[in-house]
């Protein structure tokens, strides 16, 4: 009997279901992948905001993981919030030796600009995590945390991510997430950017929804599923905007959150099998 392989997040815990690991696995098992998931942070969150993050113990953290690495083919892990410095280190030191695909998604702010983390976990992730990461989706806000440059257009973000793949030489490639560029424009490109040089543009329309808490987590752990599934690079990118534009669609015209502010993504209207 063959054994199928399994997609492993690591990430915060999102009690209102938008983000996350709760994302994770909803978009895992969205697209057709098996999702295992360790848990970084406990949060306190909903549509409001993000009130207050309690970071786990790096060895309960570690414990998780190895439950699942021990017991589970894992050909892909993706990343998202990690919390501090000493669970960045842990997690580094046990991914060094990992064969597989590692997807980072820098969870370093939430999507007003607000920062989750102090800055000697900031130059922890830089340091310590990066250069083992195959690939690494940061939006504008994150791009401007991991280089410190300014970065107020696509144009900036694109020298912004050329910048990072000089400096870590075995990242395959980076993408990145362009919703917040040109906030008033009626369309949205993401990019992905090569170590190759090659850069692909992958444009859609912006699609107004009150359903939006999720979007970066929800994308990057797409890209996952899609690169587990055998898709090439390019082609798991393109898959993964698609999946967004129907997923973001679906939700349109529905609502979960009594809040008018950023409410969660709704999953469970766009199952799709790939």
Do not use: W
Request: charged share 20%; net charge negative.
């Amino acid at each position: 009997m063959d054994i199928e392989s399994t997609l492993l997040a690591i990430a915060g815990s999102d009690p209102s279901g938008g983000a996350g690991i709760q994302a994770d696995l909803k978009t895992m098992t969205s697209i057709g992948v098996y999702g295992a998931a360790a848990i970084t942070c406990l949060t306190v969150q909903n549509a409001s905001g993000v009130q207050n993050i309690l970071p786990l113990d790096p060895d309960f953290i570690q414990q998780q993981i190895q439950a699942v690495l021990d017991d589970h083919v894992v050909s892909h892990i993706k990343i998202g919030m990690l919390g501090n410095p000493g669970i960045v280190k842990m997690i580094s030191e046990l991914l060094s030796t990992f064969k597989g695909v590692i997807v980072c998604d820098p969870v370093l702010a939430a999507s007003t600009g607000e920062s989750f983390l102090a800055h000697d976990c900031l130059e922890c992730i830089k340091t310590n995590l990066l250069a083992n990461i195959t690939y690494l989706t940061p939006n504008r806000h994150e791009l401007e945390s991991l280089t410190g440059k300014t970065v107020r257009t696509d144009k900036e973000g694109i020298e912004c991510a050329r910048s990072l793949l000089a400096i870590y030489p075995a990242m395959k490639g980076i993408v990145v997430k362009g919703g917040h560029f040109g906030e008033e424009k009626t369309t949205i490109s993401d990019y992905l950017l090569l170590q190759t040089g090659k850069q692909i543009e992958s444009t859609r329309q912006r699609i107004t929804n009150n359903n939006l808490h999720g979007t970066g987590c929800t994308f990057a752990t797409a890209f996952s599923a899609y690169l587990l599934l055998g898709n090439s690079a390019e082609n798991a990118f393109t898959k993964a905007g698609d999946f967004m534009e129907s997923l973001i669609l679906a939700g349109k015209d529905k609502q979960i959150s009594k809040s008018d502010s950023n409410g969660p993504l709704l999953h469970h209207l766009n199952m799709i099998r790939q």
